[in-house]
């Protein structure tokens, strides 16, 4: 299994962002994608989450309201469209893709959110 993120950037504070996770060999019809996020110095932290199937998603509270995560089950693509990003959302954002019992992860992508 093959998971990779992309998007990731320099933006400035209010700005906006849209990352992107892309899942790879695997068949399975039911499975969980979730991004998550770690700053400097700090645990990382669930950002937000989306089932395969019934779309149901979870968000961090520090991010609702400004994050969406959406999916494309035919390409096994998960989105991230981040808005009015502060500078406290600077960290390096990691897509977790959940088959059972099973994660697998991607290498993670930069996000600065700087004036």
């Known amino acids: 299994v093959q998971v990779v993120e992309s998007g990731g950037g320099s933006v400035l504070p209010g700005g906006s962002l849209t990352l992107a996770c892309a899942a790879s060999?695997?068949?399975?019809?039911?499975?969980?994608m979730s991004w998550y996020r770690q700053a400097p110095g700090k645990e990382r932290e669930l950002v937000a989450m989306i089932t395969s199937i019934g779309g149901n998603t979870n968000y961090a509270d520090s991010v609702k309201g400004r994050f969406t995560i959406s999916r494309d089950n035919a390409k096994a693509t998960v989105y991230l469209q981040m808005s009015s990003l502060k500078t406290e959302d600077t960290a390096v954002y990691s897509c977790?893709?959940?088959?059972?019992?099973?994660?697998?992860w991607g290498q993670g992508t930069q996000v600065t959110v700087s004036s």
């Open positions: 977790k893709v959940q088959l059972g019992t099973v994660e697998y």
């Open positions: 060999g695997f068949t399975y019809s039911w499975y969980v």
